[in-house]
């Protein structure tokens, strides 16, 4: 992923939506729209959920230091775990308010919400094709791209709505595309924040540790493997250490290729691509995998 163009499409994207929660709060305004208005206040909390996004991304371009030697890239995920918590907040709160709009309809003037819910479309449809390109491989983007998803749907929703309201008077179609929109951006939403958890709580990222097992034991050097850590650090490192069992007699050099070897295979069949072992004679010889428990001694 190229971080200068992200950038730059980071720019576009939030210049945009300042103009469209403009232009829909006027609408709002001057044709009594609520569902403009609603629109216009998740574009609000869009812009802020963007320029988080942003400063997520221009930080975790940062280099690694004495401070974070990791570096900053989870950053990035901190900003896709906010801003997943927001948009199942705003989900919620279209959903309870659409069920209210059966019961209290307003008086809308179809003719200037049309209007401006369609340039509020158009304008939702580019910001959202303008992050599609990188939101597959990274978690932050993904996370704005669902943003600009999501408006771009509740366009659609007002769009429709004001068609029906402009010609037909249909008022209730506007609270049931709603909730529709709704359900659809918490299902999106839900999953953006269960998958940068897993990552702030280092949990495995789908990978199979029995295969891991295999592969290292595959090595005749290695006895047993024990004191094993899989976690995803970010979207482009997957990580691991591991403690392995060896023949006492392995010389600072062959257990130096061993480690290379390993690695090699693993980043192959697995794509874990920063392992870390420490190489054992006896101690944890009879150990598992994963110990359990909080009393016992990796060091």
Known sequence: MNKDHTTK???????L???????????????????????????????????LSFVAHLISR?????????????AETLAAFTNGVILIVISVVLFVEAI????????????????????????????M????????????VRSTFIHMLSDALSSVAVVIGAIFIYFWN?????PVLTILVSLFVLHEAYEITMKAANVLMESNPNIDLTKVNEIMLSFPEVKNVHHVHVWRYSDN??????????DRNL??????????????KLKEELCINHITLQAECERGRNDKMIVSGHGNNEN
């Open 9 to 15: 499409r980071y720019v576009f994207v939030t210049l």
């Open 17 to 51: 939506n300042v103009v469209i929660t403009i232009a829909e709060f006027l609408g709002g305004i001057f044709s009594g729209s609520l569902a403009l208005l609603s629109d216009a206040v998740h574009n609000l909390s869009d812009v802020g959920a963007i320029i």
């Open 62 to 74: 940062r280099s690694r230091n004495q401070h974070k030697t990791f570096g900053y890239e989870r």
């Open 100 to 127: 209210q709009r059966f019961w209290e309809p307003e008086h809308i003037h179809g003719g200037i919400m049309l209007v401006v819910s369609i340039i509020g479309l158009v304008t939702n449809l580019i910001s």
């Open 129 to 140: 094709f303008a992050m599609h390109r990188d939101s597959k491989g990274n978690l932050n």
């Open 170 to 174: 249909v008022t209730w179609l506007d």
């Open 237 to 246: 490192f997957i990580m691991m250490d591991a403690h392995i069992n060896v």
């Open 251 to 264: 010389q600072a050099g062959e257990l130096e290729q061993l480690y290379q070897k390993i690695g090699k």
